[in-house]
């Protein structure tokens, strides 16, 4: 086994925890590794209340022991998606694309060849949207996604999204998509039918008609299409074609009057019969992420998040989907209460004013990142791709906007799920995200956004500063790469949510963490066996990750790490490193 000598840097922030216990020892020393001062000591205040601080750059040394130790840790095996290794590989630490992608799997793209040819395109989470296809179906395609991961070295997250309230989608029943001409008579019912009939519309929930009046325009899709509502059957509407347009399968709609949204309570529940069913299949099948539709309030979020913790054995993260003007009303409260967010531009445009949406994309992505919440911005970025093999130049200019404003994640839906050129798409995504991301890091806009402060507890408020001051030091010193120990992804999440140049890579030992990290901008997470001695954590991973070819001499790596308070390790601690492969 070849050694190798690190020398390191290092920064400890440590507060002692008072215990009621007496036979618990709480003077015994943080660090087992002994410790060689570089002639600049410093000890904090102390602060409030039962809690002391304090700071000391030291260079660490390792003795022979200590050595000894961590080459036998070497027996431990480290889990690196196969695909971020050989981009590491190829392009280097800066090299590494930040921006997740999200791709909606469908017909287009459901077999085992090309679910891999996706994940070897960059594809980081896999989306089932449970509007369509069977259960039979789905369960074939998340299956298929855990034997690539297990056989072929993967790491790909499984998202379910629900098909949430019907009360705001139409059907022609074709197949495809149809074209609607200009002055045609259109008939929007509730009754069903099958298949499709000529000139006639399924609504989905019986009172859609409700509150409508003769004049009142139907818009589908967010302006796919136009109609004037020019006569009133009981339930049914009649409505001429005054905008023609493309009318798809399954398409949202709603009612305008005077240039403004007609606005309605139906007061039903976020999640349907169906939608149980469905995150009842997702447990069984162990998906990592819930996206919920048309959430309006955070209760609804609250109360999935609770039916979660005590049916799933593995932790599930709930995404909220912004996609109507009442989440809108509320979105701060509903993205505290979400483990993520996805911005559904094509329904949120049904509900508000087209030209309000790039200002209202800004604007969530934004407060996501303040409140430390992945956000996924969704919706036509490559729409021409579903028939053509080449973007309009809007549709990049759309990609570099949103990773300019540094959303955690891009998705793919038609694009992926029933387009022509499904792979094409996605390496248009990835080749124009990795491009923007590197003017982004030459215009050195990281700092542009000023975190909230999250935490309430001074340990939580010790962890944010420690993750702020990191990413400022990583930065300034330009290192190679930010090495973070986290077991339920907190800290690696703040690392995150100041957009650092160089990428972080998240050591955890809980495979659920791991793939929901897969969301988190600039998170690479791999799944080690970590110990209660985080010197040895370090040492060991370093080691493993040169075992492998990844880092080289020279290269240095800023070391965040955290401890929760044991009876092993009494005291809690924070800590800064900054190691130079020697």
Avoid at 187 to 199: A, I
Wanted: one cysteine or more.
């Amino acid at each position: 086994m070849e050694s190798m000598a690190v020398a390191g840097h290092s920064i400890h922030t440590c507060f002692h925890i008072k215990s009621k216990n007496p036979r618990v020892n709480l003077e015994k020393q943080v660090f087992g590794v002994p410790v060689l001062h570089h002639g600049v000591s410093c000890i904090g205040k102390k602060l409030k209340g039962k809690v002391g601080a304090g700071v000391q750059a030291v260079q660490v040394g390792l003795e022979e022991s200590e050595r000894v130790r961590n080459l036998r840790s070497l027996e431990r095996t480290l889990e690196l998606d196969a695909v971020s290794e050989r981009e590491l590989r190829e392009k280097g630490f800066l090299g590494l694309r930040k921006t997740k992608l999200v791709c909606t799997i469908g017909p287009a793209c459901s077999s085992l060849e090309d679910l891999e040819k996706l994940v070897l395109g960059g594809m980081n989470v896999a989306r089932l949207n449970m509007c369509h296809n069977t259960r039979e179906w789905h369960r074939d395609v998340i299956r298929k996604i855990k034997k690539l991961n297990e056989e072929k070295g993967f790491s790909v997250s499984v998202m379910i999204d629900t098909e949430g309230s019907q009360i705001h989608v139409v059907d022609h029943g074709a197949p495809s998509s149809l074209k609607v001409q200009e002055d045609s008579i259109w008939l929007f019912t509730n009754e069903k039918f099958d298949g499709s009939v000529p000139f006639t519309v399924q609504a989905k929930y019986e009172g859609f008609s409700e509150g409508i009046k003769v004049g009142d325009e139907l818009v589908i899709d967010g302006g796919m299409a136009r109609f004037e509502v020019i006569e009133k059957l009981r339930s049914d509407l009649r409505c001429k074609c005054t905008d023609p347009g493309l009318f798809l399968p399954r398409a949202k709609f709603s009612f305008w009057r005077d240039g403004k949204l007609v606005e309605r309570n139906y007061e039903l529940p976020t999640l349907s019969t169906k939608d149980w069913s469905d995150i009842e299949f997702g447990i069984s099948e162990g998906v990592n992420f819930i996206a919920m539709s048309f959430v309006n309030d955070a209760e609804s979020v609250r109360h999935l998040k609770n039916y979660l913790s005590t049916k799933s054995a593995t932790s599930i993260r709930v995404l909220a989907k912004i996609e109507s003007l009442e989440s809108l009303q509320k979105l701060e409260e509903i993205i505290e209460a979400s483990d993520g967010i996805m911005v559904a531009r094509v329904d949120l445009g049904v509900e508000i004013p087209l030209e309000q949406i790039p200002t209202v994309q800004e604007e969530i992505t934004k407060v996501c990142r303040q409140l430390n919440k992945p956000v996924i911005v969704a919706s036509q970025f490559l729409e021409s791709m579903i028939e053509y093999p080449t973007p309009t130049r809007a549709e990049v200019a759309d990609i570099s906007e949103a990773v300019r404003q540094y959303a955690d994640a891009l998705m793919l839906a038609g694009e992926s799920a029933i387009g022509l050129f499904g792979q094409k798409a996605l390496s248009v995504l990835q080749m124009t995200s990795s491009r923007m991301e590197s003017s982004s890091r030459e215009e050195n806009r990281q700092g542009s956004l000023l975190p909230r402060q999250l935490g309430v507890s001074l340990p939580d408020r010790i962890a944010e500063q420690i993750c702020n001051s990191a990413v400022e030091l990583a930065n300034n010193l330009a290192v190679d790469a930010i090495f973070v120990y986290t077991k339920h992804g907190h800290m690696a999440s703040l690392l995150s949510r100041n957009r650092p140049n160089p990428p972080i890579f998240a050591f955890t030992n809980d495979e659920s963490t791991r793939m929901s990290l897969n969301l988190q901008w600039g998170v690479i997470p791999l799944l080690v066996d970590l110990s209660d001695d985080m010197e040895s954590n370090i040492s060991s991973t370093i080691h493993l990750i040169k075992s492998k070819g990844l880092v080289k001499e020279g290269d240095s790596v800023l070391v965040v790490s955290d401890v929760t308070p044991s009876r092993a390790t009494p005291m809690a601690f924070q800590s800064i490193q900054v190691k130079t492969i020697a």
